[in-house]
């Protein structure tokens, strides 16, 4: 399949294992021009009866052999690590990064389906002797709802998908309406690699995200995205008492202590918050520096943004591309706009890119103070706010002063320092010396607070698309 193909027009939905006809379509728009580039299938919540119908059908045969579940992920992931090249584009056309990054997020898919290939779904046998049998289960649920947002729609669908099967669900997965294409062009590819009805997806403006929810037929619904659209999704679970996973905002903290070597670390904070154009839950989100280096960070951290190659993600050598959208475009505009006229000063960027698209220069602002909006809340783009603090204790009481608590960051020279400082920290991840050291296909992801409910990844991830089930009998005849 060539690229060609994969963008062949209009694109369409996959409902067990083939082509979705939807009535009418939706633009979507390339955010390095600002301009509509190709079409997606608007389907219907009222069709959602037959994609739910095509996945429980599925599922009734999919739950039944594990060895054949671990082969299909194997066998998926050398698909996508096979059509990498097709699909990277897809992603950067509409998503904005930069191509080696869509690659990255295609070729991490592979690398999370082998995980979870590998992983057991666990049988415990707690008793099998003269007195009687007891064997602890975990039985997948059934059909699994799947919402994710634009910033990672391959990586975040991936880690739904990848233990969602291999525990033994179907699921129908939902992208958003700003990044439709890649995970439309996803599921093409794997036609034919898993059976039929496995693994659908389906597109189209909301509110076909409430209706994934509300539909009575998925007995779990996962989704990734924002606090206020996920406490909406777990009121409407709730009524019909579905599971949620809930992956959403964060206003991360990265607290840098006094004897930090702000030259050796200044690169590696810089990117923890501006990678993807600072578009990722976890990225840094404010920044709290000891006064003794605070300054010192601030210019480090204004050089490498002025510094900082922005174009068109299929631009070669490109580091940032636009920002993803408009309304996001607006709201970071906003932000920097509110704190500027609070007295902020612009240490770097500050402003849009003079052409078209959602381009914004990296921005550092000093002179930032706690109830800064740009501080409060979570701006999930292109700007960092640097804060000063002489006491270590304040600066863990004010990183933790936040309704979120996705993850957090400690940098020092001595790391039992930096852990000890990290031991106070409410967060779902804690990293020293680096942000997000810790998101591996191996280990728990998830928020404390508002930053969500249960966790994805790792064996734990994968128990969360499983019920437990208890067996208990008489004494097993033994030969
Ligand atoms: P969003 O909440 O606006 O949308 C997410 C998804 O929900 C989209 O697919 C959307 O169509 C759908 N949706 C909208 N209304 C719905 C409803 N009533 N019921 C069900 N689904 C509905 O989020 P976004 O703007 O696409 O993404 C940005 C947010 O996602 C940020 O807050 C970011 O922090 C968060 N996020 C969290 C994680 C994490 O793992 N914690 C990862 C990435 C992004």
Redesign the pocket.
């Known amino acids: 399949m060539t690229s060609a193909d994969l963008f062949s027009m209009p694109a369409l939905a996959t409902v067990n294992g083939a082509d979705f006809a939807t009535e009418t379509t939706f633009g979507v728009i390339n955010p390095s021009t600002g301009a509509v580039f190709a079409q997606a299938p608007a389907v219907t919540p009222l069709q959602l009866d037959l994609v739910f119908a095509a996945a429980d059908r599925a599922f009734q045969m999919w739950k039944r052999d594990d060895e054949f579940r671990r082969a299909g992920l194997l066998a998926a992931a050398a698909a996508i690590e096979a059509a990498v090249e097709e699909l990277a584009p897809i992603l950067t056309a509409e998503q904005g990064k930069p191509l080696a990054d869509s690659r990255m997020e295609f070729l991490g898919a592979a690398m999370w389906l082998r995980y979870f290939a590998e992983l057991e779904v666990p049988r415990e046998v707690i008793r099998d002797d003269a007195e009687g049998y007891e064997e602890v289960l975990r039985r997948p649920m059934g059909v699994v709802s799947a919402?994710?947002?634009?910033?990672?729609p391959i990586t975040?669908a991936m880690?739904k998908i990848a233990p969602a099967l291999r525990a033994g669900n179907t699921i129908v997965v939902?992208?958003?309406?700003?990044t439709p294409l890649a995970t439309l062009a996803l599921a093409k590819v794997l036609r034919g690699v898993l059976p039929d009805g496995v693994l659908n997806v389906v597109t189209g403006?909301?509110?076909?995200?409430?209706a994934?929810?509300s539909h009575p037929v998925p007995r779990k619904?996962s989704?990734?995205?924002?606090?206020?659209?996920?406490k909406?999704?777990a009121v409407?679970a709730a009524e019909d008492l579905k599971r949620v996973t809930l992956?959403?905002?964060?206003n991360d903290p990265a607290i840098i202590l006094r004897d930090v070597n702000v030259q050796e670390v200044a690169d590696s904070l810089f990117w923890s918050a501006f990678a993807n154009n600072g578009?990722?839950?976890?990225a840094v989100k404010r920044v709290y520096a000891h006064k003794d280096v605070k300054q010192e960070l601030v210019e480090a951290l204004g050089e490498i943004a002025r510094k900082a190659r922005i174009d068109d993600g299929m631009t070669d050598g490109v580091q940032l591309g636009p920002i993803n959208n408009k309304p996001?475009f607006e709201r970071v505009k906003d932000l920097v706009r509110d704190a500027v006229g609070r007295g902020a000063r612009v240490v770097a960027g500050g402003e849009a890119l003079d052409r078209d698209g959602y381009f914004y220069k990296p921005t550092i602002l000093d002179g930032v103070e706690d109830d800064f909006r740009v501080v409060d809340e979570?701006q999930?783009g292109p700007v960092l706010p640097i804060l000063e603090f002489t006491d270590e204790s304040d600066a863990i009481d004010r990183a933790n002063n936040s309704e979120y608590g996705?993850t957090a960051s400690v940098w020092s020279a001595d790391t039992e320092h930096a852990l000890a400082v990290a031991s106070h920290i409410d967060s779902g991840q804690v990293s020293i010396n680096a942000h997000g050291r810790g998101v591996l296909p191996h280990l728990p992801?998830?928020?404390h607070k508002w930053?969500?409910v249960g966790v994805?990844n790792g064996p734990w991830g994968l128990h969360s698309f499983t019920e437990l089930q208890v067996v208990a009998g008489p004494p097993r005849k033994k030969n």
């Open positions: 919402i994710t947002p634009w910033n990672f975040l880690w939902k992208p958003s309406p700003y403006p909301d509110p076909l995200g409430a994934m929810v619904v989704f990734t995205g924002s606090t206020a659209v996920g909406r999704v409407a992956e959403l905002g964060g578009q990722i839950c976890l996001q979570e999930f996705l992801f998830g928020g930053s969500g994805e």
